[in-house]
């Protein structure tokens, strides 16, 4: 069997995996290519940091069965989520049940309206808009009779921009009066660097209700008092769905989006930390709800499509502390369960698994549990199995658990899966972290776990997620596909501090020369971090960044100038370019260029993603280009028709040459 050796090319998510928020999810088609390459037909897949699920729903797809085991337990309320019957009349009927009678109290009312700028009629109030504490924009709701009168001139839009009258501005002040009778998630913040104290001055106190505005908490509390008197458990988990997707749209973590975006009526929750920024925009709950619930990115768009997407509706098992079906590996498509991978030994037979692929904590990159608590803080009130462990989660967290902490743990779970993994199975990991001594502790666990990395893949995505969240540059996303297999040759190879920095100066040289051209910092760091892991140094003790290593040669080596094409750092080109490239050879720009060019007249049409395609394969790792920059090659040498590009007739000649 052949392996796969370079990046692959991500498409479009399905409705399926666009409804659920959740940080770090995962190229869909990549992963399934993955899982359905490397487990044999009846065989198994094991992704044990299962995250939003999208893997173990892949496998699904592909006909595999899967196990997918997160300590989250939002994993598993996705899972079962996904996993229930969804009956669209049922659901919209709950649905427009609870809109009807929220929209109809007195408390909604009073403080979501405002009068309406062209008549005398009152609107509802679609978001308020802060800063530092000044209301100074609404969004407004065109009345029906508004609405009609647009309709008839076939005039576009539902809403519009205000400014606050006095009214709101006063409604905005006396809203913290506001009496609410039904639960509310009002426990401190956990002790965790997560919640720090600016963050919790800022919210307005250690309390987690003032997450939300008052009048926001206060309609966000009947909604879900209306779904937790639901007696149907499929229809109330699928109310729970599109109510957790309104909770955090409808926070004070949510910021306006600046006017170039052409974006006014739209917010997000955009970092994976919690931050209150000076600037604010107080979504409507009531108007989240529905959009959560019907339309795109909805609970409809996505339950509506599950069987279609996965042909099937996923036979599942889930396995606790009572019943761990250890023994069963027959009889399901999905076995899942709130467990804690180094656990795993407990749930799962001894080289039964045939390939494992997940995306495991990226030391403290991202707070997975922490983030979750979000959500987590409402659900743990309809059940107690929603409560996060936290104290088992693998991580990083200032004064609380350190780098040797998440190195000790993070080794004894690779060797958890050392145990149920085939002698003949692989093992792919996706990491990210721009600190080395996070990735030292990464490759130090995979070898003390008796793995030996085979191939080492940059991944370049093309959205951006939380693996480049403390990139500085921050252009596609980025990760890397670590393969490895079972091996008792791991010795860690130890290196001084010396012989590192020339390792890292000589490939960057290589990395450098082999492009032939101004290369911007973020693709060098992404070279080098490849050529690293597949050396398998030991770096412990090393405080200097890769960064500072390089700096020190500026002037000698190196030189920098501004990068004006994207946000990827500074370009790093040779003082004396003869002194490295010594063979005439066309810049990486121009050999891409080429490349496009011989494809087009290959096969007459290609789509952008054959293009990227062919780019991956023949410019791996350090030399893979930006793929923003494919667009634009296009359209020198092709039309583009539907999802085609139409090859124009330039000749090979009109490149230059060198």
């Not at 992963?31 to 487990?39: A, D, G, L, N, Q």
């Not at 768009?301 to 069963?328: F, H, R």
């Not at 993603?609 to 350090?622: H, L, M, R, V």
Request: aromatic fraction near 12%.
């Amino acid at each position: 069997m052949k392996d796969i050796n370079f990046a692959l090319v991500e498409e479009k998510r399905p409705p399926i995996y666009t409804a659920m928020k959740y940080w770090g999810k995962k190229p869909h088609n990549i992963w399934r290519k993955y899982i359905e390459h490397y487990t044999p037909k009846n065989g198994i897949y094991l992704d044990p940091f299962s995250g939003s699920a999208i893997s173990v729903f892949e496998a699904v797809k592909a006909n595999r069965k899967a196990i997918a085991f997160d300590l989250n337990p939002l994993t598993s309320f996705t899972i079962e989520v996904f996993s229930t019957k969804f009956d669209i009349d049922l659901f919209a009927k709950s649905v427009n049940d609870i809109l009807n009678e929220i929209e109809n109290d007195k408390i909604y009312l009073k403080y979501f309206s405002t009068k309406s700028r062209n008549s005398d009629e009152n609107a509802i109030v679609q978001h308020f808009k802060w800063e530092d504490g000044r209301l100074y924009e609404i969004g407004v709701i065109y009345t029906n009779s508004e609405k009609k009168i647009r309709l008839n001139k076939k005039i576009k839009g539902s809403k519009y921009i205000a400014t606050p009258n006095s009214k709101d501005q006063e409604l905005a002040k006396t809203q913290s009066k506001i009496k609410i009778t039904t639960w509310t998630p009002s426990e401190s913040f956990n002790e965790s660097p997560s919640f720090s104290k600016g963050f919790i001055n800022a919210i307005g106190g250690n309390n987690f209700s003032n997450i939300w505005t008052k009048r926001n908490l206060y309609v966000l509390s009947k909604i879900f008092d209306k779904i937790k008197k639901i007696d149907n458990e499929s229809l109330k988990a699928q109310l729970l769905f599109g109510f957790i997707q309104t909770l955090h749209l409808t926070s004070k973590m949510c910021v306006p989006r600046r006017p170039a975006s052409k974006r006014p009526f739209s917010t997000s929750w955009g970092r994976s930390a919690y931050l209150c920024s000076s600037r604010q925009m107080e979504m409507n709950p009531l108007h989240v709800f529905r959009g959560s619930c019907f339309g795109k990115q909805s609970v409809e768009s996505s339950l509506t499509k599950v069987k279609e997407y996965l042909g099937k509706t996923p036979e599942v098992i889930k396995v606790s502390k009572k019943n761990n079906y250890k023994d069963k590996l027959n009889g399901f498509d999905l076995k899942y369960g709130i467990v804690d991978i180094n656990t795993i030994t407990s749930f799962i037979p001894d080289k039964s698994i045939d390939f494992i692929m997940t995306d495991p904590p990226y030391g403290g990159l991202v707070q997975y549990l922490d983030l979750s608590l979000i959500w987590l803080n409402w659900l743990k009130n309809i059940d107690q199995k929603y409560v996060a462990n936290s104290q088992a989660e693998i991580t990083v967290k200032t004064g609380q658990k350190d780098i040797n902490y998440f190195e000790k743990k993070f080794t004894n779970a690779l060797k958890n899966l050392h145990i149920v993994l085939k002698d003949k199975g692989k093992i792919v990991f996706t990491f990210h972290n721009q600190e080395i001594s996070i990735w030292n502790s990464f490759l130090k666990s995979i070898k003390l776990a008796d793995f030996k990395i085979e191939k080492v893949i940059h991944q370049q995505n093309r959205r951006s997620g939380e693996s480049n969240v403390s990139n500085p540059y921050g252009t596609s996303g980025t990760d890397f596909y670590i393969r490895c297999v079972k091996s008792k040759d791991t010795k860690i190879k130890t290196i001084n501090k010396h012989e590192f920095e020339d390792f890292v100066i000589k490939k960057a040289i290589e990395i450098i020369a082999l492009r032939n051209e101004p290369t911007p910092y973020l693709f060098l760091f992404n070279g080098l971090l490849t050529s690293i892991s597949s050396e398998g140094f030991d770096l412990d003790n090393f405080d200097e960044n890769l960064k500072q290593m390089l700096d020190k040669n500026i002037g000698i080596i190196f030189c920098l100038s501004n990068n004006t094409f994207n946000k990827a750092g500074n370009l790093w080109w040779f003082v004396n370019p003869d002194d490295y490239i010594k063979k005439p050879v066309a810049s990486l720009t121009e050999r891409v260029d080429k490349s496009i060019l011989d494809l087009l007249i290959l096969n007459k049409s290609i789509t952008l993603e054959e293009a990227i395609s062919d780019t991956f394969q023949k410019y791996p790792n350090g030399l893979t280009p930006d793929i923003k920059t494919i667009p634009s090659i296009l359209k020198k040498y092709a039309k583009k028709s539907g999802e085609k590009w139409l090859y124009n007739g330039t000749k090979p000649s009109a490149i230059s040459k060198k």
